[in-house]
């Protein structure tokens, strides 16, 4: 089975080296912040069965980390194992308009990723508003964090209610993939995956063996068409976080959902 994860990036030099970052290094004890060879990174999604990898531009209030044109020469470089998620400036809505249609019409990218605790904005911030109107013209999802930070920044803008549970009640076209779980509003954000046809969750810097309870019983039940696997690589790898998927006890079909089958259909992919 082919695997997809839907929330990983190839770190820059300038992504790894970020002081906001630090937490992270220590926790994980991953003090190198020379960027990999790409090839690298395709052999660690070998080692675990990842076939495809949604690899994200990074873009914050202080400038770009990882540029949405490095980003598609990532796919250019490995064509098939990578598709793209664009990062754009919310300072300039509409040049941020304008380079989300850039990354989706002219470089094939399947979506796009904002990090709400980086910019200090909640998802329902008037900021984001053009951009989730594009999204929903473009027929691409929009993949937003939620709950607690691991970098030391405010876990605020990752509450689930009500900033995100405004964005999907005002914009119910949008599909929206909220990564990272939601701790420790996981609750909330499970009764909004529940409540909301177009809203998805993915298990990104979640280790499986480590998730809620009640998450993997969603997962079991309901859920299976709600939830996907992402890694947050290179935080952890795909290795280190499939490690307990036989712990959470899908069936052979909500498995398949979960690894592959529910990302192709929200970024409507045909490859992977």
Not at 53 to 59: K, R, S, T
Not at 119 to 144: M, N
Request: proline residues 8%; neutral net charge.
């Amino acid at each position: 089975m082919t695997v997809i994860d839907v929330w990983m990036q190839h770190p820059t030099t300038l992504f790894l080296g970020q002081p906001i970052f630090e937490s992270l290094r220590r926790w994980t004890g991953r003090r190198d912040i020379a960027a990999p060879p790409l090839a690298a990174t395709v052999a660690a999604m070998d080692q675990a069965g990842v076939g495809l990898g949604l690899a994200a531009a990074w873009h914050g209030p202080q400038g770009v980390w990882i540029s949405n044109d490095e980003v598609a020469g990532f796919v250019r470089e490995f064509p098939g194992r990578f598709r793209g998620l664009a990062a754009v400036d919310l300072a300039r809505p509409m040049e941020a308009v304008r380079e989300l249609r850039r990354c989706v019409r002219s470089l094939g990218f399947v979506g796009l990723r904002i990090v709400p605790w980086l910019w200090g904005l909640p998802p329902d911030d008037r900021r984001y508003y053009p951009l989730y109107a594009e999204c929903v013209e473009l027929d691409v999802p929009v993949c937003l964090q939620v709950g607690h930070t691991g970098p030391l920044m405010s876990s605020e803008p990752g509450r689930p209610i009500p900033y995100l549970e405004h964005v999907a009640l005002e914009f119910p076209e949008l599909r929206i993939v909220a990564g990272h779980v939601g701790v420790p509003w996981t609750q909330e954000m499970l009764s909004l995956a529940a409540k909301f046809p177009n809203l998805f969750i993915d298990t990104s810097a979640y280790k499986l063996a480590r998730l809620p309870g009640d998450f993997t019983d969603f997962m079991r039940g309901h859920g299976a068409r709600k939830v996907m696997f992402g890694t947050n690589y290179p935080m952890l790898t795909a290795t280190e976080c499939l490690a307990g998927l036989a712990g959470l006890g899908l069936g052979e079909e909500a498995t398949e959902s979960f690894l592959a089958g529910n990302a192709r259909r929200v970024f409507r992919l045909t490859d992977g």
